[in-house]
């Protein structure tokens, strides 16, 4: 079945397995578009994980991006056992990705 997506690259093997990481992928994307001559202000990155995430988020993270001119915005949630993308805050408020 046919549904008339434009699909203007698709990702490299390399940004396609479990060892690729978020920035790895954002910047392979932007780099497509910059190839192809369409370029963004800002950039959005929905993991397969969170299908439902609602506009009101969307919007309230955009705004919190632009009011507080951060290079991102992206959100972090407790768990109970350990997962393969995951952050710690240190003692002294710090953010360690592992």
Same mark, same amino acid.
């Given at each position: 079945? *046919? %549904?008339?997506?434009?699909?203007?690259? #698709?990702?490299?093997?390399?940004? @396609?397995?479990? /060892? =690729?990481?978020? $920035?790895?992928?954002?910047?392979?994307?932007?780099? *497509? %578009?910059?190839?192809?001559?369409?370029? #963004?202000?800002?950039?959005c990155? @929905?993991?397969? /994980? =969170?299908?439902? $995430?609602?506009?009101?988020?969307?919007?309230?993270?955009?705004?919190?991006?632009?009011?507080n001119?951060?290079?991102?915005?992206?959100?972090?949630?407790?768990?109970?056992?350990? $997962?393969?993308?995951?952050?710690?805050?240190?003692?002294?408020?710090?953010?360690?990705?592992?």
């Amino acid at each position: 079945m *046919e %549904y008339r997506a434009k699909i203007p690259f #698709f990702r490299s093997s390399n940004n @396609s397995d479990d /060892y =690729a990481t978020t $920035i790895d992928v954002i910047e392979k994307v932007i780099k *497509e %578009y910059q190839d192809i001559n369409i370029n #963004f202000d800002y950039a959005c990155y @929905s993991y397969s /994980y =969170a299908p439902f $995430i609602g506009m009101d988020k969307l919007k309230e993270s955009f705004f919190k991006l632009e009011e507080n001119k951060y290079n991102c915005i992206f959100p972090i949630v407790c768990f109970s056992f350990l $997962i393969q993308r995951a952050v710690r805050i240190n003692k002294n408020d710090k953010i360690n990705m592992f």
